[in-house]
């Protein structure tokens, strides 16, 4: 009896300290996270609700990696199912007596299969990170420190069920055949050696129980609680959308995101909810290539720097208990005198020297006081922030929801609104873009010339009327810098064109009153060029009464369909395939002519991932008499970025191996004998891609345009 009150107690005590730990750590946290601004979510929770459900219980971006998908879908519903048996275990370890749970025996049952059927997903990550050695996997005692505490568990709890079962002086059940098996081993042991026994590793299981909960917000483990909440409240407006800065406001001391508290709490939120899986950095273009930005090291480091600053501001330890947990310095970015510019990589892509960098890099500091450490150099490097392409790879397999480009963009806002810092090709891009409304900085007035060189004898009797023209058309084509003044889009443009003539399109241009849409300067963070290129734009679509808007390019595309709106556009837009592939549809438009190609078909990100047009493209394609498309390994959803995105088109690319050779190798992995895109960014880097590999004349580059127009009109009328 006396026994029975000191083992409750002590179960009292140990348990509700560990408890008032675990509590005070996330409460903790929750104030770190709470420094940041607060954002306004929207009301509207169905939509919320059923991605919550797909992405947590049903584990869908896990999936995407099916092994390690199977692996956590057998250790999250295996731990759900195991509460249970801790509940029952732990209650009758201090009444004596079960759970009264219906059909106990298949009860128990069901714990031990779900206890091995861990075992084998623990024995497989640990594989993963130590057999196969994936490269987006960290090693060392942090990473490992998990498995062991799993392994641990499971094994504490068979061993308590087995001495359970000879201290009852229980018979083996094929209802419990492993604890069976084990108490077998055992059966020569006294009753009181069985006693002791059980209650040892009653108490190793609750101890390890209770550990790991003190352990998990402390940790990367935290995304058990943080990711759900992620997912849940995560933004339900169209992917990768930009916030809109109101530069109007006079209270404004600082634009963009300097330091860690200007990041918004949700922003906050991803990086507690990150579980460091190197999903992100294992498709990033930037990773892939040899740059330094990482997508998983830029949010662990970010966490680490608001753990540390939290801290300081809130003069609260983010350790408990401290000697444990504790820390030995403040997080700072050194990246020294070490050369990443060289590409070492292994293979077409390789994540190594990106990974191999940034642990170097990324390390404590002693001396050195948190509030001193900048959030733009001692944390994040220019480098970085320059090196994304805005691709939204990484955000497209983050599994918690986590969104990274928004980051960065903030990040660059501070930079170039702020500071006036942004690489010098960048800096003459936008310069040229608000003098004269293209990055080349050629005459506003030259922006219509494309029209006449198009079709310079009429042989084509191409119509391509103005606004003013053609006051009652249904179309609006908005053709863009690259439609209008880069010689190779050019082509594109005319193949549009005629596409449209001869589908019985009712289309005009605005000629030389179109400005730039204002895509590049807002993805190199020039948010005020964008907000006034963007409102004179708007303020030309009223004037001309525009209800419909057609382009040829995807980040054009993307900008006004989804963030021009936030300014006022009402307007449906469509791009040139979706448009294109409607024609074809319809029957206004016949491809007759054979075109014997085999054609790979490379997905823009600002098209597939931004907008979700994958098919409209390939129906085009398969319309197309004698073309065979082949996809490449990396396609769709998981589509490599060419390497011309956020406003990485005008800057040059000095380190590690470029991100368009890259993706053209992958491309000619699959032996075409044409690359094809829906984009003039993509089509110019992976041109240039198929001229550095020396293949531009057994291998042709086009756009789905220009394959169309081979096919409706012949080859011998282009």
Aim: aromatic content about 10%; glycine content about 8%; charged content about 25%.
């Amino acid at each position: 009896m006396i026994w029975q009150m000191i083992h409750a107690l002590l179960f009292a005590l140990i348990t509700g300290w560990a408890i008032y730990m675990f509590a005070s750590v996330v409460y903790r946290r929750y104030l770190y996270i709470r420094l940041g601004r607060s954002v306004d979510l929207d009301t509207e929770m169905k939509e919320r609700l059923g991605q919550f459900i797909i992405q947590v219980f049903g584990q869908k971006k896990l999936f995407k990696d099916r092994k390690s998908g199977i692996m956590h879908f057998i250790v999250f519903y295996g731990f759900i199912i195991l509460q249970f048996g801790a509940l029952d275990l732990i209650w009758k370890g201090l009444s004596g007596y079960n759970l009264p749970i219906p059909g106990h025996a298949g009860f128990i049952l069901m714990q031990e299969i779900t206890v091995v059927l861990i075992l084998l997903a623990i024995f497989y990550a640990a594989y993963r990170r130590y057999g196969e050695k994936l490269k987006r996997l960290k090693r060392g005692w942090k990473p490992s420190l998990v498995i062991f505490f799993i392994t641990s568990l499971m094994i504490s709890v068979l061993l308590t069920m087995a001495f359970e079962r000879l201290r009852e002086g229980l018979p083996a059940s094929g209802f419990a055949p492993i604890s069976s098996a084990i108490a077998a081993m055992f059966a020569w042991m006294p009753h009181t050696g069985t006693t002791i026994f059980y209650y040892l590793f009653w108490w190793i299981h609750l101890i390890i129980l209770l550990s790991f909960l003190v352990y998990v917000p402390q940790s990367k483990h935290f995304h058990l609680i943080t990711a759900p909440i992620n997912i849940l409240v995560r933004r339900t407006e169209p992917v990768g959308r930009l916030t809109k800065l109101d530069l109007e406001d006079e209270e404004a001391e600082e634009f963009g995101v300097g330091k860690i508290e200007d990041f918004t709490q949700k922003q906050m939120l991803d990086l507690y909810a990150c579980v460091e899986c190197g999903r992100c950095t294992n498709v990033c273009p930037a990773s892939n290539t040899g740059k330094l930005l990482s997508p998983m090291h830029m949010i662990v480091k970010l966490r680490d720097h608001l753990t540390d600053k939290g801290a300081a501001l809130t003069s609260k330890s983010p350790w408990i208990p401290a000697t444990v947990f504790g820390s030995a310095g403040v997080h700072m970015m050194e990246v020294g005198e070490e050369s990443y510019s060289q590409w070492k990589g292994e293979g077409i892509t390789d994540i190594g020297q990106t990974m191999a960098i940034q642990k170097r890099a990324w390390h404590q500091v002693k001396g050195v006081e948190a509030r001193d450490v900048e959030l733009l150099g001692g944390v994040m490097t220019e480098e970085e922030i320059w090196a994304c392409t805005t691709c939204r790879n990484c955000e497209d397999q983050c599994p918690v929801a986590n969104e990274h480009v928004d980051k960065i963009i903030d990040l660059r806002r501070h930079l170039v609104l702020m500071q006036g810092s942004v690489p010098q090709e960048g800096q003459r891009a936008m310069m040229n873009i608000e003098r004269q409304g293209n990055p080349w900085g050629i005459s506003r007035s030259d922006r219509n010339k494309w029209v006449n060189e198009v079709d310079p004898v009429g042989s084509l009797g191409l119509r391509i009327p103005t606004v003013k023209e053609n006051p009652d058309f249904e179309y609006l084509f908005f053709v863009g810098s690259m439609g209008s003044y880069d010689n190779r889009s050019r082509k594109i443009t005319r193949a549009f064109v005629r596409l449209m003539n001869e589908g019985g399109v009712s289309f005009a241009i605005l000629g030389n009153e179109e400005k730039n849409s204002g895509d590049t300067p807002r993805r190199m963070g020039n948010e005020f060029l964008f907000q006034q290129l963007c409102t004179e734009n708007i303020e030309l679509f009223q004037k001309y009464n525009v209800r419909k808007i057609v382009t040829a390019c995807p980040h054009t595309y993307n900008t006004l369909k989804n963030e021009y709106p936030d300014f006022g556009l009402e307007a449906e837009v469509l791009h040139h395939t979706e448009l294109l592939d409607q024609l074809v549809k319809e029957g206004r438009l016949t491809p007759s002519y054979e075109v014997p190609e085999a054609v790979t078909y490379h997905d823009s990100c600002y098209l597939g991932r931004y907008n979700n047009v994958y098919d409209q493209p390939r129906d085009v394609l398969r319309a197309i008499p004698g073309v065979k498309l082949t996809e490449m390994e990396r396609t769709r959803e998981n589509g490599m970025c060419c390497g011309a995105g956020g406003g990485r088109m005008w800057m040059e690319e000095d380190e590690g191996k470029r991100v368009n050779l890259a993706r053209t190798e992958q491309a000619l992995a699959v032996s075409p004998t044409m690359i094809s895109s829906a984009c003039p960014y993509c089509l110019t880097m992976l041109e240039d891609g198929t001229k550095e590999k020396e293949v531009e004349e057994s291998v042709k580059t086009r756009d789905i345009a220009e394959i169309l127009e081979l096919s409706v009109f012949g080859p011998s009328s282009i």
